[in-house]
């Protein structure tokens, strides 16, 4: 990718004021893009996120960067911030929502404060900052839009607000890439493995606890912010080939996590089929030996479509011996 891609560029960076977020937005602004640095209000005591420290960051080597503090929680807050690319840089090209908290607790121990907290932030929050920032794009012609998912999805324990709402923002992804295709907006997920400032706030849970923490603690020097934000920028840039895909970023490890359907078994009587036989079948209906990656719904119903109309030619080229 040239140096200077996003020269001309404008993209928002969300949860920008420290860890993940402040990575990628020094990066966009170094290949030179103007840069929204949003994130909640902050001096930078104590860790607390400071925008305006990043923006400072950016300007004093040449980029261009205004601060933003709102909420991505609530709509107003999202119109804010895109109001803040539209008034200060006249549009928006790419919108990275980064924004995240935890509160972890056991499923039985969760409140409606750690639910409602971590889905607004996360879930809707992607909702609320990318939906005006879709409009300009959606006119303009092009888009970039980058969700950060998380690998959680695969499973983790005493998170079920945070894993929920990333498990959403996977099925955004693969919504918005279809509404955003015929106008070049391109929308992936990102699942980064970073030791950045949301981990430092998560207290070990579940019975995976201790072979989690061993785990992480020997990756710690590969966990950085620099090691996830070069697939932050891929996704972000007019390179982008790729759209309703989900990216892990893992210790300088780089892989792509699918949704994929096993064969299955079909039946020729699918209303005489039994409690016993999905029983005795399940191993086959679960085996991923052969399996395929559907981009859309439409891609399973015509897949097993076609497959009846096999099954059932079959049965009526060989009709029963009276």
């Not at 020094?26 to 209000?41: E, M």
């Not at 709509?75 to 109001?83: A, F, L």
């Not at 892989?255 to 409690?275: K, P, Y």
């Amino acid at each position: 990718m040239h140096k200077d891609r996003f020269n001309g560029q404008v993209a928002i960076v969300t949860g920008a004021g420290r860890g993940l977020g402040r990575a990628y937005a020094i990066d966009l602004a170094k290949r030179g893009a103007a840069v929204v640095v949003s994130d909640i209000a902050g001096g930078g005591a104590s860790g607390e996120p400071d925008a305006g420290a990043v923006v400072e960051e950016i300007t004093a080597t040449g980029g261009r960067a205004v601060s933003v503090s709102a909420s991505v929680a609530t709509r107003e807050g999202g119109q804010t911030i895109v109001d803040a690319a539209l008034d200060t840089f006249g549009t928006v090209d790419i919108v990275v929502n980064n924004a995240g908290i935890l509160r972890p607790a056991m499923f039985e121990d969760m409140t409606d404060e750690q639910l409602h907290e971590v889905m607004d932030v996360h879930l809707f929050g992607a909702f609320y900052v990318t939906q005006p920032a879709w409009k300009v794009m959606r006119q303009k012609g092009y888009g970039r839009v980058v969700l950060t998912s998380s690998s959680s999805v695969l499973g983790m324990q005493g998170n079920s607000n945070y894993v929920t709402a990333k498990a959403g923002l996977v099925g955004l992804a693969r919504c918005l890439a279809l509404e955003g295709a015929p106008h070049d907006i391109r929308v992936n997920c990102v699942m980064p493995f970073a030791a950045s400032s949301i981990r430092q706030g998560n207290e070990h849970v579940g019975e995976d606890a201790q072979r989690s923490a061993a785990a992480q603690n020997a990756m710690t020097h590969r966990r950085t912010t620099e090691s996830v934000s070069p697939l932050v920028l891929y996704l972000a840039s007019t390179a982008c080939s790729v759209t309703g895909e989900a990216f892990s970023a893992l210790a300088g490890r780089y892989a792509r996590i699918f949704l994929g359907l096993t064969d299955g078994w079909l039946t020729e009587d699918a209303n005489g089929v039994t409690v016993e036989q999905i029983g005795e079948l399940i191993g086959r209906i679960s085996d991923p030996t052969t399996y395929a990656i559907p981009t859309r719904m439409i891609d399973e119903l015509e897949s097993v479509l076609a497959r009846i109309q096999v099954l059932e030619g079959a049965a009526a080229s060989h009709p029963p011996v009276a």
